[in-house]
C-alpha cells in the first residue's frame, strides 16, 4: 500500500548532495558547506530534482502534469484496451515470486516504485498488500506519487529498500546504467529488483524514448545483481502485433487505422504461450530481470555464457 506522505518526507535526501531535507514553509532545504539548496513543494508534491544535471525543463515540471497525453480507459474503451493490451502472465507470476520472496521472512517490506505515475500493467497486487509499504515517484504528480523526482539522481537514502520496481522506464531515461546505479545505492543489503523494458517495440512517448535491450543487454544492464530470474515478459506475437499497428499507421499516416489493425488482430499476442521462450527471448516485445543486490558483478564470458536464445 502506499506510504503516508507525511512518512516519505521523514526520509527525503537532497539529489544535488544527498543530504537531509529540512522543511521550511513550501520549500525543502538541504545546507551544505557551499550553500543552501531549495526545492520546491508545488501541491504538496516536492519537487526534488536537480535541473543542472537532467534533461527534464524546470518549467514543464512545475505544472505537475505530464509532458505526454496519458489517457484512462473505462466502459467499452476499457474492454479494448484489455484486448489489445491484457497482463502479461510473466508479469503477474513475476510479481507473486516478488512478494513470495520478500515476505517469506518477515511480515512487511518496503517497496520503491520508479515511474510510478499510474499503476504498472500487473503492479496491483503491490498497492493492495497491506505488508508493502510504497514510496513512489515520477517526473509528474498523481495520486500515486509522494513526489517528483528524476531516477538519475534519486532522492532517498542509502540502503532504505527491500525492493525497486522499474516497469517501462528505462527505455525513457538517457543513461540507464546510472539509474540502474541509483537503484543499488537505495536497496538494502541483498534487496531485490524488478525491471521490465523494451526490446522490440517501436517509438512510443515519441522525443522521450531512448533504448532498447535484448535479453541478455538487458541483464547485464543489471550486472551487479545476482540473477534470480530473467526472460522474455512478452513474446513474438506481441512484437508482431506492435509491428502491424505501426506499419499501417505509417502507410496510411493515420494513427487511428494502426489502432484498428491492432484490434482487429489482438489475437496474435496469444501465440507468445505457444512459443518456445528461447525463440520468444530472440523476438521479443520486452524483457524482464529480477535480481538479488550483491558485492560482486559478473564479467563479460559471464553474459555470453547467459544466453538462452534459440540460436545456440
Known amino acids: 500500500m502506499l506510504s503516508d506522505q507525511k512518512d516519505v518526507f521523514k526520509i527525503l535526501r537532497c539529489p544535488k548532495s544527498g543530504s537531509k531535507l529540512k522543511r521550511v514553509d513550501n520549500l525543502f532545504i538541504a545546507e551544505t558547506s557551499d550553500e543552501q539548496i531549495e526545492y520546491e513543494i508545488i501541491g504538496d508534491y516536492p519537487v526534488l530534482i536537480d535541473f543542472d544535471r537532467s534533461v527534464l525543463i524546470k518549467e514543464n515540471i512545475e505544472t505537475l502534469s505530464s509532458v505526454i497525453e496519458r489517457h484512462s480507459y473505462s466502459g467499452l474503451l476499457g474492454i479494448i484496451k484489455r484486448l489489445v493490451s491484457p497482463p502479461k502472465d510473466a508479469t503477474a507470476e513475476n510479481v507473486e515470486h516478488i512478494l513470495n520472496l520478500l515476505l517469506k521472512s518477515k511480515n512487511s517490506a518496503q517497496i520503491l516504485i520508479i515511474g510510478g505515475g499510474t499503476i504498472g500493467q500487473g503492479m496491483q497486487p503491490f498497492y493492495s498488500d497491506p505488508r508493502i509499504a510504497l514510496v513512489s515517484f515520477d517526473i509528474y504528480a498523481s495520486p500515486t506519487v509522494q513526489l517528483i523526482a528524476d531516477a538519475h539522481n534519486i532522492p532517498l537514502p542509502d540502503n532504505s529498500f527491500d525492493a525497486v520496481i522499474i516497469q517501462a522506464v528505462l527505455e525513457h531515461v538517457l543513461e540507464p546504467i546510472t539509474v540502474v546505479s541509483e537503484i543499488y545505492r537505495v536497496l538494502k543489503k541483498n534487496g531485490i529488483v524488478y525491471a521490465e523494458t523494451p526490446f ?64 482487429c488482430f489482438f489475437w496474435l499476442q496469444y501465440f507468445d504461450r505457444l512459443i518456445p521462450e528461447s525463440y520468444n527471448i530472440d523476438a521479443a516485445s520486452g524483457v524482464f530481470f529480477l535480481g538479488r543486490k550483491q558485492m560482486s558483478h559478473i564479467d563479460a564470458t559471464e553474459i555470453i555464457a547467459h544466453y538462452s536464445g534459440a540460436q545456440m
Open 200 to 263: 522490440l517495440q517501436h517509438v512510443h512517448e515519441g522525443a522521450y524514448d531512448f533504448t532498447r535491450f535484448t535479453e541478455s543487454g538487458h541483464r547485464y544492464l543489471f550486472k551487479d545483481f545476482e540473477l534470480i530470474m530473467s526472460g522474455a515478459s512478452a513474446g513474438a506475437g506481441t512484437q508482431l502485433l506492435w509491428s502491424l499497428d505501426n506499419f499501417f499507421r505509417g502507410l496510411f499516416r493515420s494513427t487511428k487505422l494502426g489502432k484498428a489493425i491492432k484490434l
